[in-house]
């Protein structure tokens, strides 16, 4: 084949393989848009005083998703404070001491297997292990979120350190600093934005979690602070009020929905805006 029908054929395959991937581009967002205007649509209906003062009501009549916000709060909370530690630990050792031994290799392994776990499997595992022993609870559910959230933190905080150049700790060491002080003092400062980054990320997760909760936290239809006993949350009460025949509770589904993405969305640029700091303070 000359050059210039080589070179000719060339363009043709680019031409269309850039046409294929646009198109493919457009559909997928077309799609997304019309899924971001029915939840605008139909959940902004409901975006009212009541929806944040308010009880999830009877049937029929008017109230909010005040009980689920706050269960949904409290159990995010807790699965962060049981997960993001654990996490951080983990992904420490990998970084500073796994990379040489085989078991590194290994963790890393079952963490991938973890991370890409379907998240009713970690319900049904805590179901197992937790609920049978204490009941559904808060407790529970928030159990089972903080094994999504492990994983995440698990990956990320090991990538970050391993992002530290190896400069820095060889400096620390040269001084006579232990190393538990170069990790804390010098690993972690450096490596904070993006170890934040996977906490807000693995927060934005579970926020709308169902699975995991409909097996552990169960829910139920009034204000509740004990963490030892059923509590409600925002995606469970999705799940019941959205498949309900009463037009409130749809309503107040939809509502939960769109909140739901509002705060996924600030989460997710919270996160972004720690990545953006910390590449503008290394510049």
Excluded: H
């Excluded at 009034?222 to 009020?241: D, G």
């Amino acid at each position: 084949m000359s050059a210039p029908a080589l070179y000719l054929r060339r363009r043709v395959v680019n031409v269309v393989a850039l046409l294929l991937s646009c198109a493919t581009a457009i559909f997928g967002l077309i799609f997304l848009a019309w899924i971001l205007w029915t939840l605008i649509a139909k959940g902004i209906a409901g975006i009212n005083l009541n929806l944040f003062t308010m009880n999830t009501p009877p049937p029929m009549q008017d109230g909010g998703l005040l009980n689920a916000f706050f269960g949904s709060a409290v159990m995010c909370v807790l699965a962060i404070v049981i997960g993001a530690p654990l996490g951080v630990l983990a992904g420490t050792w990998l970084s500073e001491y796994g990379n040489a031994r085989k078991a590194g290799t290994v963790v890393r392994f079952v963490n991938d297997i973890l991370l890409s776990a379907p998240s009713i499997v970690l319900g049904l595992f805590v179901y197992a292990m937790v609920v049978s022993v204490i009941g559904f609870s808060a407790l529970a559910g928030a159990i089972s979120l903080a094994f999504i959230v492990l994983p995440v933190v698990v990956r990320t905080t090991d990538e970050m350190l391993r992002l530290v150049p190896p400069q820095m700790r060889e400096a620390a060491l040269s001084l006579g600093v232990p190393q538990w002080k170069v990790t804390m003092q010098v690993l972690y400062r450096s490596a904070s934005a993006g170890i934040i980054t996977g906490i807000l990320l693995a927060l934005a997760r579970i926020s709308g979690e169902t699975a995991p909760l409909l097996f552990t936290a169960f829910g139920n239809q009034f204000w509740s602070t004990n963490v030892f006993r059923p509590m409600a949350s925002v995606p469970v009460v999705m799940n019941q009020f959205a498949g309900s025949p009463y037009e409130s509770w749809q309503t107040l589904a939809w509502a939960g929905a769109l909140v739901l993405t509002v705060f996924v969305l600030l989460v997710s640029l919270g996160a972004r805006f720690f990545l953006l700091r910390n590449r503008i303070s290394n510049d």
